[in-house]
């Protein structure tokens, strides 16, 4: 059995004051001063905490939202000075894609590298759109067990990456031609560019120290280089350089030490690739392609070629289909190109690693269970930086999150904290599912559940077809 | 399969129950007002330094909301829970209105906001606890919209569509709420619960040591069950022993040969809606020092009763389970709670032929002590569907009528629980 894949973490406090949900407003004239007070008894301990933090305050404005909405406190008190209210700044953190609940799970995991677990029954919507709108499925007690959760067995989240042969020759007992190669990352997920703009100076540094830490690859822009960090040796492993079209490729020497390379899909795709295997014959090279209204297609075409390995297709950062009106979800998108390529029997020759709107872990697995073999993330990492979406970047304005001030170990803490919470996450999705290994999580939807299948199937049937709201 | 003997045959008479003198609680709703001090409410009523408390408000209001209690200088808070709010401004005793002095503000009460979610709803929530308080529905001029959640899908978007005037006409005597929970004709006790529901399992850690005696005492007087949930029970429940259903989970915690004897049911948990797959956790907060000593436990420790039952990797394992039960418990009815998986009714068919007696579907939405966000949302399908799949695949296979079918998960109101035409039974959970 291989070593088991290990994220090393510790928890990392945020920088700024914590935005949460609830906070209790207090109207101390009135107060008593009795003897009870309810904000003893909080179970949470938050009052103590609030005075705590009061008496640390380094920005005036910062009010103390950390409570737990539980209301003991405010049916309790003896005059009934206290009432909870929800926080207008936590309601106005991200957008409707990226939503307060996600952007506070995501700290939440990034400080703590922990899975977030809370009880009581599950307080959302039915079902939503996008991949709220499927289920994964779970074993019951007719099959046998994989569960890896508790440590008993091992859940294997390793992918490879890279052009597959689809069946092998031997000749003396011994395989013969020639093997493409092959990368295997321990997780299913892969680190892309940040969004433009977080074009921070020490951002660099800190996503290739989380790509290193984390043992997977980051996609970075060749501008990077050369990197002025010491250990170069111990970064070009988990680097991808992207060349954009008309990019100069890496130094030889600098890209012989990379296992991954990605281009962008400008006509020229086949020369591009032919050039950097003749610089570095072991590396492999992605393709990444836009999934605008051409995409799908695109990528089942490039997919049916020889040459190409790897296919990265990008929605955009809320997982919609690039510049169309009525625009298709990822999920949707990698499902028709994953049963495309399946019906063309090249399915399994090729690596499609899927991007774009990926914010909470259980859209990698559902990505995964859609058809991809891996996923690519950028949004949440700058989250985890306490990024709150506030769509205000602006060159030379400061950010509101403060986000140039951040330190290398602060970022690279949080970022390894947050993929290793995001991997722990997908084991639990496994074990339920009794999977053992994500490669064959890949396209199995017979273990997911789709919420216009199953509305069809029991409601259809006795009231028709759901009406769109 | 073996025909079984007949109860009687095996056992003597005295040794088919328990020998704890049982509980008698009578099914009569008395007033059972809130403990806390400030209930919440959907509107707030402000009375400002303007008052000069002559008293005109307390004198108008049929409800009861300004108090001002004699010998006292000034009013008492409002008792804004019992405000109707702007359904009041129609009225001749709308105190803002007569307020000589326009001391008197009502608003909606912004705390609701942060109260419930979109599954339990503000207004369904402060209608269950007037429910628990009263007995009784809230009146309709309180304008709570507790009928149904606001979730966008499942029972929150199935209606009862009742016709203008009833096609029988019937005195509520004629109603029949009762179920029988064995339907096998197997010789073990043809037990019926008087209302479609019992209480689902809530263990001794999770939850107090009062509130399992709630249930207890209020399943006792509605004749139906309360599960012990996997933590066992304390001997203050034994004269709640008929009523009560011991449950068996991989961590064993409070399974002994005796609890399992006390019984008329026990149920095999194999897994549990709010976290399909994964197993029961109770966190280390919660293993006190009697729930420690009850489970066998160290002290304060993350207890885990991990998923599932490595002994039952096949229908014949669950079954030698079910066996070794009934052999230890000769009257006990067995219940299998499982998950709700694609093949949830494959599950269901094979409980039946393993030789339970009432399969438990447990759906997505149920409740949880503690589990992961990212199973509560994302694994296995909502019991709306699972209810269906289960139903119709027990009604193919012909044992429909050999089983009893109970769903949980998600049932918040007796219109969510009200059985669909081919519901048999629901739980709280």
């Known amino acids: 059995m291989p070593e088991k894949y290990h994220i090393k973490t510790q928890p990392i406090p945020p920088r700024r004051p914590r935005v949460g949900k609830y906070g209790v407003v207090d109207w101390r004239e009135d107060c008593a001063r009795c003897h009870n007070c309810v904000k003893k008894a909080c179970v949470y301990d938050r009052y103590r905490e609030e005075n705590d933090y009061i008496s640390n305050l380094t920005e005036v404005d910062a009010l103390y939202f950390d409570c737990r909405g539980c209301f003991s406190c ?71 067990t994989r569960d890896g959760i508790h440590g008993r067995e091992y859940i294997s989240t390793s992918v490879d990456i890279g052009r597959k042969p689809s069946f092998l020759v031997f000749e003396e007992g011994k395989p013969t031609g020639v093997f493409p190669p092959l990368l295997s990352l321990p997780m299913p997920l892969i680190i892309d560019m ?63 030490k990379t296992r991954l390379v990605e281009i962008a899909d400008d006509g020229k795709v086949l020369e591009r690739i032919k050039k950097l295997k003749s610089m570095h014959p072991e590396i492999v090279v992605a393709v990444r392609i836009e999934l605008n209204s051409q995409g799908p297609g695109r990528a089942i075409e490039l997919a049916g070629l020889e040459e190409i390995e790897v296919i990265h297709i990008v929605a955009d950062l809320n997982g919609n289909e690039i510049g169309a009106k009525n625009p298709r979800f990822i999920k949707d998108m990698i499902r028709e190109i994953h049963t495309a390529l399946i019906e063309e029997g090249a399915r399994d020759d090729i690596t499609l690693i899927a991007g774009g709107g990926i914010a909470l872990p259980e859209h990698m697995a559902k990505v995964i269970i859609c058809g991809a073999d891996l996923v690519t993330i950028d949004l949440p990492l700058m989250i985890a930086l306490e990024c709150q979406l506030c769509d205000k970047c602006e060159p030379g304005m400061p950010c509101p999150a403060k986000l140039e001030d951040i330190n290398h170990d602060y ?23 009794g999977i053992r290994e994500a490669r064959r999580l890949r396209g199995d939807v017979g273990r997911a559940m789709f919420f216009e299948d199953l509305e069809e199937e029991t409601f259809g049937r006795l009231f028709g077809t759901r009406k769109k709201d | 399969m073996v025909q079984e003997r007949k109860i009687e045959e095996i056992l003597p008479a005295n040794t088919l129950k328990t020998c704890v003198p049982q509980a008698e609680v009578a099914r009569e709703v008395k007033p059972a007002p809130s403990r806390f001090r400030n209930e919440i409410g959907k509107y707030v009523v402000h009375r400002s330094s303007e008052c000069i408390r002559c008293g005109k408000c307390a004198e108008v209001c049929p409800y009861g909301v300004h108090v001002f209690k004699p010998g006292y200088k000034y009013f008492a808070s409002p008792k804004d829970h ?76 199935l209606r009862f569509k009742f016709p203008d005037k009833p096609p029988v006409e019937l005195d509520e005597g004629q109603i029949d709420t009762s179920i029988e929970l064995n339907k096998r004709n197997d010789g073990r006790p043809k037990i019926k619960i008087d209302v479609p529901w019992y209480g689902g399992g809530m263990s001794f850690g999770s939850v107090s040591n009062v509130t399992q005696l709630s249930k207890a005492s209020a399943a006792v007087a509605w004749n139906t069950f309360t599960c012990t949930g996997e933590g066992g029970y304390m001997e203050r429940m034994r004269p709640y022993d008929d009523h009560v259903i011991t449950q068996v989970a991989t961590g064993l915690f409070g399974v002994r040969e005796e609890t399992i004897q ?92 393993a030789g339970t007696h009432i399969v438990h579907i447990d759906g997505g939405y149920g409740g949880t002590g503690a589990a992961p966000n990212i199973a509560k949302k994302n694994i296995a399908m909502p019991i709306e569907y699972a209810i269906d799949k289960v139903h119709g695949f027990l009604e193919a296979e012909g044992v429909r009528d050999n089983i009893t079918l109970i769903a949980s998960g998600g049932t918040r109101y007796r219109q969510g629980h009200r059985p669909r035409r081919r519901r048999r039974c629901c739980r709280h959970g």
């Not at chain 1, 590298?113 to 599950?122: N, T």
């Not at chain 2, 049911?265 to 197993?279: H, N, W």
């Open chain 2, 262 to 353: 006390r019984v008329p049911i026990v149920e095999f948990k194999y897994a549990q809606g709010a976290k399909p797959g994964l197993g029961g956790h109770l966190l280390g907060d919660k293993n006190t020092v009697s729930v420690a000593r009850m489970r066998e436990a160290v002290l304060g420790i993350s207890l885990f009763s991990p998923f599932p039952f490595h002994s039952v990797y096949s229908i014949e394992d669950h079954m030698k389970h079910i066996d070794w039960i009934k052999h230890v418990n000769k009257r006990a009815l067995i219940s299998t709670k499982v998950s709700t998986p694609t093949d949830v009714d494959m599950v269901a068919v094979g409980s039946y032929a």
């Open chain 1, 194 to 256: 940040s969004p433009a703009q977080y074009s921070l100076p020490d951002l660099g540094p800190v996503i290739r120290q989380a790509a290193a830490r984390t043992d997977l690859i980051a996609i970075v822009d060749p501008s990077d280089w050369p990197f002025q960090d010491a250990d170069q040796e111990q970064y070009l492993p988990h680097m991808a350089f992207y060349l954009d079209s008309g990019t100069p490729e890496p130094p030889k020497e600098v890209l012989r």
């Open chain 2, 82 to 157: 019992l405000c109707i709010g702007t359904a009041c401004e129609k009225t001749d005793h709308y105190c803002v209105a007569l307020c000589p002095k326009g001391a008197l503000k009502v608003a909606e009460n912004p705390m609701t906001e942060g109260l419930g979610d979109c599954r339990w709803t503000a207004d369904m929530i402060m209608a269950t606890w007037k429910m628990a308080q009263t007995g009784d529905v809230p009146a309709e001029e309180y304008g709570l919209q507790y009928q149904c959640g606001d979730s966008g899908g499942g029972f929150d978007r």
């Open chain 1, 74 to 144: 405010v049916q309790d008190c003896t005059k009934g000075l206290l009432c909870l209210s929800v926080n207008p700044v936590y309601e106005g953190m991200g957008n409707s894609y990226w939503t307060p609940d996600i952007i506070k799970t995501t700290w939440l995991q990034a400080e703590t590298a922990k899975i977030p677990v809370s009880g009581a029954g599950y307080g959302g919507p039915f079902a939503g759109t996008g991949f709220d709108a499927m289920w994964t499925d779970m074993s019951e007690i007719v099959r046998p």
């Open chain 1, 411 to 433: 970022g690279a803490g949080r970022m390894t904290n947050l993929i290793a919470a995001w991997h722990d996450q997908l084991i639990e999705l496994m074990g339920a599912m």
